[in-house]
Every structure is written in C-alpha cells, then in structure tokens.
C-alpha cells in the first residue's frame, strides 16, 4: 500500500465558475473525497468546470502547438488560484461510442493479449498476433473486411416483380423508366423490356442481378459500344454502398429502404477469416472466445496451461477478473463499444485506470452509481478504495447513500441550487455530516419504509413468450393504472423487457429517456416549452410592435453575436475564447428593443429568470401552468435562457416530463429517472410519478433506487445475474412482499434498507 504522507491538500480559492459564490475549499490528497448536494448546487461547477478544467488545460500547455491544436479546448475557470493540483483522469459517463472495430475486446486492450496467447500457444500457427486482427487485411474475412456484418440488398424491396423494366419495375433512383441508368439493361438487347419480372427465368434473374462483366454484343445504337454489363446488385453495391460521398449520400433514404445489415454469410459474423479460425486453444478458436461472457471466459482462459503462454494467461486472467469485479461479467469481449450504456462505458474506463502502475493522479467520477444495482454498487466501492489506496487523489460527484458512505471527506454543496446554491455547507467527516443540519445531512439520517397501502390494477398489459437477447422465454403481466418499478441487477434485461418488447405489444407507449433533445445552442427552456411564443407576444401587445422583434433568432438579435450573447474566437493553436459580446453585453437583443418593457422587464432581464422567478414574475394562464409543471419536476433553478446543449441527462428528463404532467389514460415508461438526483429531490419525483398516475395514467418505471423501488405499486424484478444468467422473472408483487423473497437479490437490498 502507498505510504506518502496524507497532510496535502489541492487548495481551492475563489471559484466563481457558474453559480459558485467565490468558493474556497480544501481537498485533501490520497483520500477519498465525495461532492454531495442537490441537482444544480454546483457540485460539477466545483468539480469538474473548476478543479478537473484547469487540470486539463495545465497539462495540454505542456505539449507543442502542434499537438494543442489537436487536443480538446479547455477555457480558463473563473478561479482565483487552485494549489497544488495535480494530472486529473476524469471517468465520466459519456458513452465510449466508436465505430462497428471498436469493442469491449479492444478497448480494453484483453482482445489483444489474447491474439498474442493465440499466436504463441494456438494450433495450428497461422502466424503472429496481427494476424488475429479483425482489423488487419491479413486476418479480416475479405466479404465483410473484418465487420462481420455486410449491406444486403433486398430484391422483394428492389424489385416490383409485377412490373416490366419499361413499367418501372426498378424501385431505385436513377434505375425508373427515363433514368440513365436503366438504359444499360434495356439496351442490352439481353430482356424483353416489355415481360413481367416473375416471369423471368432462373438464368434471366441470374443475369438481371448478378452476372458481371459480360461484353455486349448487341447492335442497339444506344448501348456504349466499349462498356461492359454489371447486375443490378453489384451496381448498386458499387456506386452506393461502397461510397460515402455524391450520390451514396443524396440517396441515402433511399439506399435504407432497401438495404439492410446481415450477418456475413462467409465468416458468420466471426470477422476473421477461415485459415485464422482453424488455429484453437483447447478446441476454441479467438472468435468463439471473443463470443463468451467475461465470466465465462475467465473460467476457460483458467484452464489453460501451457509455460509458453503463462504470463499471457495470468494478464489476461488479472484484466477478466476487474471486468468481472465491477458487474461486467455479462459482457462479452465481441460486443460493439457504440451500444454500451453510460454506467458501463464510466465502468470500462475505470478497469483501463487499474492497469495502471501510474500513481499521484487525481481521478474524477460523475455517479459512478448510475446504471447500478446495490449488489453491484459493492463491486465499485471496492475499486475506487484501490485507486485511492495506489496513492491516488480521488473525487466523486455523487448522491447514491451506498457510495457516500466509503467517503474519507465529504463536501456538501447548497444550500439549494442554481443561484440559490454555490456555497459549501458543509466540509469533513461522513459522521460529521450525519450530525449536520445540511439537506444531504437529513436525509442521510431519515429511514425508509415500504408502501403500506398500494394501488389496485384496472386491468393488465400482458407480454408473452419474450426471447429477445438474454430474456427466457418470460411472460409478465404489467398492471395498468398503477406505479410498476422494474427492477434487476444490470444486465439482467430490464431494458430488453421494457424498452424493446414492450413496445411490439403495446407501440403507443411513451418513453421518457436522458437522451439529448435534438436541438441547437439557439434552444432553450422557454422555446422548448413553447412560452416564449406567449412572453414575445405579451411584448409585442404592451409595445405595440412586431412580435419578430423579440426574437434572438431573427431581426431584433444583436448583429454582432446573432443572438448568442457571446462571440467564439478560434485563436488557431491556442483555446478557442469564448467572451461576452461586447457589443450587447450578454443581452442577446439590440439597444432599441431592450427599451420595450413588460413588467418593468426587458426581454433578455426575462430570459435570464430561472423557472423559479419567472412564475412569481407571469399572471398569465398558459405561461404559468408549464411553469409550474417545470417547478414540480425539480426545474426551479434553471433560467429560460439557458441553452439545451448545457443540461445533463437527468434535467433533459425532467424537462420532457413536465410536458407529460397534464396528459391522461398514457403508458408511460421512466428509464432510470433518479439519475443526477439529490435524496430530496426523489421525494419530489416520486410525487410527480403519483401525480401523473392519479391523472389515469399507467408508469412503469426502471430503476435501481431503493427510495422508488419501496414506494412502488407493483414489482417486476429480473435476474438473478446478467447476461445468459439473467432474464428470468424472480419476483412479481408488492413491495412488501418482495422483502421477503428468497429467490430476488433486490429483496434482500431493500430489506437490508429499510432496516
């Protein structure tokens, strides 16, 4: 264990970035130390906008120009002075994403140990370790090149067989009757132009969409006499497929009517081709490796013995075991980065860091709890204790209690947020917090209890024989009219049950995600709620002026910054400067229009309300009501200004919620809702689900949180692991019943919490 004296600390002083009131902190080094506080109270401010930018920006000023220039931009934070900081690791939840080469495998450096072992220990040697690279044109199969999947054409999409060529049989662009390329195929003098494509012939088909590179005989002046026939489909692969630019781009509506992604009928998705999938360990070739869940492949790479290969298996042992440790052993090595979640890419990130022999850095964690049921919660305790314990600084963003409770220093933020928040209200010790007055502090000491009294069904929303990735075969009836929280470890295929099977029974349900709203920096909370049509006409009305006016999208926008309020300078290899507009001073609007008032307020004073604010501030109905719609969900603090592209995930939810509070008789399904929430801000939520209910409403819920789950009508839990030892139904029930179920891992935790 690291043994350097723990009396340093990163001294903070002076944070003003957002809503911090000129903040001074100090974080001691080697320890753990966790950021709590209500959504919104500067936590991330702190943490990341502060603390982990200046890192970032300290550390790219290192490099050449060269290399600033190709690195991420980082801004100086509004701080007066931050001593003795050292290199941040931020492990964030934003998704690993990458293109169809990049997997679990590669990512995490095990696919290459195991191309190694397969290279020195394989039988028989089909060559070294590049070779076994899906990547690489030595090992790829040459019909997919190394995706395992490939574009297949279908000709029922294709082709309008009750049609004749001159009738348009072709259903493609450029292929219609008058199209330039349907010319090469009527005057090939090889159809009769005028017959029916199901009356086509074998070989007339074969040669319709296949055959290629035949000289064409025939005396029709409109045939270019050097060119050579090409079938319709390796035409189309050609000109559309295989490119990326011109016509494959204009067409590519088109292109997905009719082209769909198939598993690679040569190397059946294995990658690879066939000589480098003959070479095996204990008669498993890389794919059928790559293929198996984590944990089932550690317990076969185990069995393993050969003295050529021994360090090899003890890595690959050592980085299969930390996946495993941290609730990953569902995984497979083949499964594409690009569908990871957030908690399981911020997972993967965290196993890359334990590899490390690296030590004195700072790692950063945004609720590592995300995505996590409690039993897996443990997992991660165990390994952010590591980090610390190699003699690293660690900070955690969190509220989860179970994550909290290993804290070494706890910061608590608030007292509320946004302007109402940004000062610390409490530094020290987990106990010390405990006995504090502060929100985080009451609701840490406050107990929980089941839901006494529970809804009845009006009726059932039935599933039947779900098979889809790992479920078994499961039926489940869902009740309609009450809360059902759907609950399992992660992995274990609540999200394939709601959010993917569901659906197919029941395709008017509504789905409330964390995912982006499609929208630029221009948008905002007052124009995604629609009440900046009614502010720019009570505007408009009391000024007597056009309504456009007030608009920073259009004519009364200040010319400088278009409306932005501020200007973006690219200073080519230094940071991109982002400053207020001097011309407008952050208003947005020109001089003129900021001399029409209503209320005594210019429109940009109105823009920079928070939610809060602003319903003190309007009378009128239809503004109100969605204002205090937004209040419920927990959306005081924010300004109606504020731009979309600056919420997480968990405020865009609520957002979107706000928009459902009035509706009646809907099925609505909540993924994961308490993401980003303060302990008393899901007391608040909890409220708004019974609210939508009580409006006759059905919501299902998907959930790791302890305080929903007990406040639940009905329970649906799955499991009882992940993966293909997941996707069965444990429990069907109440709340109260499920504490004592023998068979659910979930009735344990929440007999565990409640006591």
Known sequence: MYKKSTEEYINVIGARERNLKNVNVKIPKRKITIFTGVSGSGKSSLVFDTIAAESQRQLNETYSSFIRHRLPHYGEPKVDAIENLSVAIIIDQKRIGGNSRSTVGTITDIYSLLRLLFSRIGNPFVGYSDVFSFNNIKGMCTKCEGLGKVDMISIDKLLDKNKSLNEGAILFPTFEPGGWRLKRYIYSGFFDNDKKIKDFTEEEMELLLYKSDIKVTTSDPNWPKTSLYEGLIPRIERSFLKKEEGEAIKYKKQISKIVSRETCPICKGARLNNDVLKCKINNKNIWDCSEMQTIDLLNFIRGVYDPKGITIVNEIVNRLEQLVSIGLGYLSLSRETSTLSGGESQRIKMVRQLSSSLTDLTYIFDEPSVGLHPHDIDKINILLKLLRDKGNTVLIVEHDPDIIKIADHVVDMGPKAGVNGGKIMYEGTLDGLLQSNTLTGKYLHKGSQVKGKVREPKGWLSLKDANLHNLKNISVNIPIGVMTVVTGVAGSGKSTLISQVLPKFYPNTIFISQKPIQASKRSNIATFTGIFNGIRELFSKANHVKTSLFSFNSEGACPNCKGLGVTYTDLAFMDTVITTCEVCQGRRFTDEILTYKFGGKNISE??????????DFFNEK??????????????????????????????????????????????????????????????????????????????????????????????????????????????EGIPSDLINSKRSITGKYLSKYIQ
């Open 622 to 731: 239809e503004i109100c009501d969605i204002l205090k719609r937004l209040v419920d969900v927990g959306i005081t603090y924010i300004k109606l200004g504020q731009s979309l592209n600056t919420l997480s995930g968990g405020e865009l939810q609520r957002v979107k919620l706000a928009s459902e509070l009035e509706s009646h008789g809907n099925i609505y399904v909540l993924d994961e809702p308490t993401t980003g929430l303060h302990m008393s801000d899901i007391s608040q939520l909890i409220k708004v689900i019974n609210r939508i209910i009580d409006n006759g409403s059905t919501v299902i819920v998907i959930e790791h949180n302890l305080d929903v789950i007990s406040q639940a009508d009905w329970i649906i839990d799955l499991g009882p692991f992940a993966g293909q030892n997941g996707g069965e139904i444990m429990f």
């Open 606 to 615: 109105v823009l920079n309300m928070t939610v809060e604010e602003a319903l």
